[in-house]
């Protein structure tokens, strides 16, 4: 079977970890073109998969229905800025392509539920970039979860301390802006987001927030926290900050049960600092924490290997456009509070 092929549109700052997921699935799959509207961008991205892989082959764009037009593209990464998501998914599906988005998958729900009606109509695929499901605690969490290890699951907090200063918002002048971005909780605390909500298990029933800019000069918050009542009737706690000081301390997501008790923290939830349970398994003894060089982890490899795996069997990938939507759609009930 020929490898898929595929394209990255938008290279900014996470493009470099899609073109890292496509090095390590260089087997079935290779990237054939690259686009930004900043060229000198998506002539790094093209530059660090020849590299590695020996392909002179990667087509540099600046026009992205340029490309759409002109390369034979199975996929499409699509890592432009959050508020073109929509529209950049929308166009590829139309134009044949499966996509995998980075998250948040859009910033309203309407556009959110546009992305999957399309790519139902069209037959094609869409996966959300939530790479940290993939990061062997979560799981060897989600196993204990779906094992009903925990009994009673009682409550949940997802804790985001990092930090943002201005610098990183005058590098990109759409960060922090309501119709491009979102706040703290949009940006940095969505995926932490998605896992407490997956694990939870449950659909929301009410949410109340907290939002402020404290430090940065931004139009949305640098510091969020939001209490969530599931209707299992189990709770989840939210922590988000961009006003650290002086570097990013941890993300940490922590689950409690009448049975159970479990923390993963680590830059990137990618460390197990606490695991008790009132059983034993014999899993139970290995230590799946992993070490990352960067907040982003280490999940987009298998991201993709899901991905491509789901397209070539023709089955839904992990993290669909259905279970991408779940956090963005907390985070839009936090931001009406």
């Known amino acids: 079977m ?102 948040p998958m859009a910033l309203s729900l309407t556009d959110a539920d546009d992305m999957i009606l399309t790519a139902k109509k069209k037959g094609k695929k869409i996966c959300i970039s939530h790479q940290n499901r993939f990061n062997p605690p979560i799981q060897k969490l989600k196993r204990a979860i779906d094992e009903g290890r925990f009994g009673k699951i009682i409550n949940g907090t997802a804790r985001i301390l990092w930090t943002r200063d201005d610098n990183y918002y005058k590098q990109a002048p759409w960060r922090g802006t309501k119709n491009l971005d979102g706040g703290t909780l949009m940006n940095q605390c969505i ?72 923390v993963i923290g680590g830059l990137a939830v990618n460390e197990i600092k606490t695991w008790n349970f009132s059983d034993i398994q014999d899993y139970d003894n290995v ?7 960067s907040v982003y982890g280490e999940g987009h490899t298998p991201l993709y290997k899901d991905f491509i795996n789901a397209i070539i069997n023709k089955k839904n990938p992990l993290v669909t456009g259905e279970e991408g939507k779940k956090a963005i759609e907390i985070i839009l009930k936090a931001y009406e509070c």
């Not at 898929?4 to 997921?21: P, Q, T």
């Not at 002179?56 to 390369?71: A, F, R």
Request: aromatic share 8%; glycine share 6%; charged share 30%.
């Open 2 to 103: 020929e490898k898929l092929k595929f394209a990255i549109v938008g290279c900014g700052r996470i493009s470099y970890k899609h073109v890292e997921a496509l090095i390590n699935n260089y087997e079935d799959a290779e990237l054939v073109a690259v686009c930004d509207i900043i060229e000198n961008k998506a002539i790094e991205r093209k530059k660090q998969y020849e590299c590695y892989t020996k392909n002179n082959k990667v087509v540099v764009y600046t026009d992205y229905i340029q490309m759409l037009k002109k390369e034979n593209i199975d996929v499409v990464s699509i890592a432009s800025e959050s508020g073109y998501h929509a529209k950049h998914a929308i166009d590829c599906i139309n134009n044949g392509t499966h996509v995998l988005v980075e998250k």
């Open 191 to 262: 995926h932490n987001i998605d896992l407490l909500q997956w694990m939870m298990g449950s659909e929301v029933e009410r949410i109340h927030s907290e939002r402020d800019t404290f430090l940065r000069d931004i139009e949305m918050e640098d510091f969020g926290a939001i209490l969530i009542r599931f209707k299992n009737k189990s709770i989840g706690l939210v922590e988000g900050s961009a006003c650290v000081y002086p570097n990013n301390l941890e993300e940490t997501l922590s689950i409690f049960g009448e049975k159970g008790t479990v």
């Open 287 to 293: 230590d799946e924490s992993i070490e990352i060089d």
